[in-house]
């Protein structure tokens, strides 16, 4: 039977110019993985500006990030009903410490959205009783929109 599938989300919040902020950031389950399944991201700027940086990166160890708790929503039911990852974070104010990028791109601010479904047998996958987590931040450059950003990452408890 397939795992239970979740998402974290960040509702809208405001890009900032020259800045890397993480979006969102989930942790690891005690007893399970998880395996990203489709990761969003989408902006409302009203004019044509310099790419917004996406990035996926993996992160141990984690340092001090802080940001709003946010518990996984239930969006299919699997082997259980129970996120074991606890709860993530959203909007981070502060960082992790070193990250390692996984998978990157740029998404234009005016009308931009992306939407990635990964692929069967080459999602990331976390490992499970481990400090690794996976995080979703923005590398906004010099001059970048601030228009608002909204993003999610879905993901399957096994």
């Known amino acids: ?7 974290v989300r960040t509702g809208a919040w405001a890009l900032t110019a020259n800045a890397t902020k993480s979006l969102l950031l989930i942790p690891p389950g005690a007893n399970s993985w998880f395996t990203a399944t489709e990761i969003s991201v989408s902006i409302d700027d009203s004019a044509a500006k310099a790419g917004v940086g996406i990035v996926l990166y993996a992160v141990t160890p984690l340092g001090s990030p802080a940001g709003t708790t946010f518990t996984p929503v239930l969006t299919r039911r699997g082997g259980g009903n129970v996120a074991q990852t606890g709860a ?8 992790p410490t070193t990250v390692e990028v996984l998978k990157d791109w740029y998404v234009q601010p005016f009308g931009g959205l992306m939407v990635i479904q990964n692929p069967l047998g080459r999602e990331p996958q976390s490992a499970s009783g481990t400090t690794l ?10 001059g970048g929109s601030t228009a608002n950003i909204r993003a999610y990452l879905e993901f399957e408890d096994s």
């Open 1 to 7: 039977m397939a795992g239970s599938l979740y998402v």
């Open 88 to 95: 993530a974070l959203t909007q981070l104010t502060a960082e």
């Open 133 to 142: 987590r996976f995080g979703l931040r923005y590398v906004n450059p010099t």
